[in-house]
């Protein structure tokens, strides 16, 4: 990285309103991450394992301290249908939405979309024995 972009990189806000060009290697799972492919300018999460890493308080600021990884919680859809992935900081806890990418793992996805059906909150079996006691 030459001396000139190292000054950029770090005046705030410059990626806000700049499209992020390098790659990146992800902290959890070693894929290589391009930026092309996402269908946006901004790349913040790895499109395998779709983990990201504690660099913003608004987006795009890069003004966070923590540095921690980001795990994929959930997905949510938002009013105009696209989806988004919920993100929980492993280090702090702090939680952010970011916009599914075009190239993002749809089995990952998907497998974080079922997780609440997967592992309903209370015991499947006595599912008939609950919807009697409401009726």
Not at 95 to 107: C, G, L
Not at 111 to 133: G, L, Y
Request: proline content about 7%; aromatic content about 6%.
């Amino acid at each position: 990285m030459n001396r000139e972009h190292k000054k950029i990189e770090y005046i705030k806000g410059y990626y806000r309103n700049h499209p992020c060009q390098e790659s990146f290697t992800c902290k959890n799972c070693g894929w290589t991450v391009s930026p092309a492919g996402a269908g946006s300018e901004h790349r913040n999460h790895c499109n395998n394992c779709l983990h990201s890493l504690h660099l913003d308080i608004e987006p795009g600021d890069r003004e966070a301290d923590c540095g921690g990884l980001m795990e994929p919680v959930a997905v949510w859809v938002r009013k105009n249908g696209e989806w988004a992935v919920i993100h929980r900081c492993k280090r702090c806890g702090m939680m952010s939405s970011n916009r599914v990418a075009a190239d993002d793992n749809p089995i990952k996805l998907m497998s974080i979309a079922m997780k609440p059906i997967a592992h309903p909150p209370f015991p499947v079996e006595r599912m008939e024995e609950i919807s009697n006691i409401l009726k």
